[in-house]
């Protein structure tokens, strides 16, 4: 067993080539190969999103407070809440966030791939993060 006292991880500024407005990122767990195990608690300020990108094994959000929006390519962009829980196919290419007016923090889920949990691409522009 091993326990990681509240407080002792600290959180971080992710890079911003991945991110637009301010996101913090508080790692939950990184679990040890055999394990692939990810997961990070993410709180996104109004505005704030990932960039474009996908995950080798899929991710699943699930959404703690606020609201906020998510958008697979192609498809339309969708509003995420408190309580809701979205789940990413591998390989789907996509981005979530912040509300434009709202806050919104999500627990991210994900499994390693040779070390490798997302795969980041281009950041989505003002116009398609409005729609």
Known sequence: MKIVPNGSVPT?????????GRVLQTP????????????VLVPFEPGARTAWHTHPLGQT???????????????????I????TVWFAPG??????AGPQ???SHMAIQEALDGVTVDWLEKVSDQQYGG
């Open 102 to 104: 709202t806050a919104m």
């Open 92 to 97: 789907e290419k996509h981005w979530h966030g």
């Open 81 to 84: 809440k408190a309580g809701d």
């Open 61 to 79: 959000l699930h959404i703690v407070s606020g609201s906020g929006l998510a958008q697979s390519w192609d498809g339309p962009i969708q509003e």
């Open 28 to 39: 939950i767990i990184e679990a040890e190969a055999p394990a692939r195990a990810r997961a």
């Open 12 to 20: 971080k500024f992710p890079p911003e080539a991945y991110f637009t």
